[in-house]
């Protein structure tokens, strides 16, 4: 025991301990003091001592793990370290604020890397629930192990790491992130919930637009949801968020602009993350955007076809309209597909044309639509002659 004044309080409780370690004060003197000893899943209970610097022994004894020298006990530090104390060792309660213990029946130690630092464990195995305890690690991050000659791999919650495995490397914590697939475009989020409006704008996609949001989740129907809602990015099976213009009109109005070739840099950089083949050509002064090998919802008589979208001279100001496939599509069973009668040639090649029009609320906006609006366009098109 060190020189400490007498006691003035019948007992100093361990939120108060937590309280004095985070102000950086020592403890008041008093009859005893409370600190929790836990086991490697971190569950245990409150005991009292009265001596506030311990040896081992004194904390052991105190918990009922008798006999002594077939446990090993270790004390976690506020800063997310983890230090063995021996059974003579004393540990200053009054003046560090050290308010948990972790105990072992063992006899021997283990020893892992979190985030750099190399810490003691009483256990061949370590529970997730523990690295976080231990590490401060909080909820919207993850624990991460990294490995020399595969990918790191994350630790999935409640897992329990083998501390003797040979693949064990070290193990490191990262930010949380998560995705959803935003027609097309991969949305990342800091957050597991996501509210409807905000996916759309980080895709790129004016919510003001009147879109008709679906969201695709494997083996459940397919969900109608609202810009207000909030998407749990956290459910298992959540595929995709589509986005169908309010209103799409079947016509026979050709687009008649004087063509000059332009894509924007959003337009290629989402092509490009598609990857998919794509080009651009220019056949007798109008301008093409080709897409090959789209693959094509079932219901058709092909899986897959190119599809060709004409860019206007002064796009984004003037509207894309419309789109054309090759080869011609028909439906598997016979069922007619209105407005695609006509045909166009391009660079030798005729292709089909869908005459599909943006209407209402949905009308080409030159701030907000580009070739990824315009692509949302054609999958609902096409989704919809098969009812989908």
Known sequence: ??????????????EDIAVCRREGRPLRPAHRYQIQVVDSSMQGSLIEID??????????????????????????????SL?????????????????????????????????????????????????????????????WLERQSKEDRMIAEGECIDLIDPALEKLYTKPKSWQLNVQG???????????????????????????????????????????????????????????????????????TSSMAFALLDKDRAYLNALDIEWKTVLDG????????????????????????????????????????VYPALTLANGGKIEQTQSTVNIVGTTYQRWSRHLNGATRWNPLTDCVVTHLAVIEESLLREVGE
């Open 1 to 14: 025991m060190s020189n400490v004044t007498p006691p003035n309080e019948e007992r100093i409780a361990l």
């Open 51 to 80: 001596d506030p610097i311990p040896t081992g022994r004194q904390i052991l004894e105190a918990a009922g793990r008798i006999p002594v020298d077939r446990h090993i006990l270790i004390l976690i530090e506020a800063a997310g």
């Open 83 to 143: 230090e063995e104390v021996n059974l003579s060792e004393t540990v200053d309660v009054y003046h560090r604020g050290v308010e948990q213990f972790v105990v072992f029946e063992s006899d021997r130690l283990f020893y892992f890397a979190l985030n750099g630092q190399r810490l003691p464990w009483g256990s061949s195995n370590i529970q997730e629930n523990a690295l976080r305890k231990i590490g401060c690690i909080p909820e919207n991050h993850s624990i």
């Open 185 to 255: 475009v991969l949305v990342i989020s800091d957050h597991p919930t996501i509210l409807a409006s905000d996916a759309l704008n980080a895709a790129g996609f004016n919510p003001d637009k009147g879109w008709i949001l679906i969201l695709k989740v494997k083996g459940e129907p397919k969900q109608s949801i609202g810009l207000d809602d909030h998407i749990d990015l956290r459910k298992p099976g959540i595929e995709k968020l589509r986005l169908i213009p309010a209103e799409i009109n079947n016509g026979d109005a050709v687009a």
């Open 285 to 324: 002064g109008r301008r093409w955007l080709i897409i090959r090998n789209y693959i094509l919802p079932s219901g058709y008589n092909h899986e897959h076809t190119t599809i060709a979208i004409e860019i206007p001279t002064t796009y984004p100001g003037a509207a894309i309209d419309m789109f054309y």
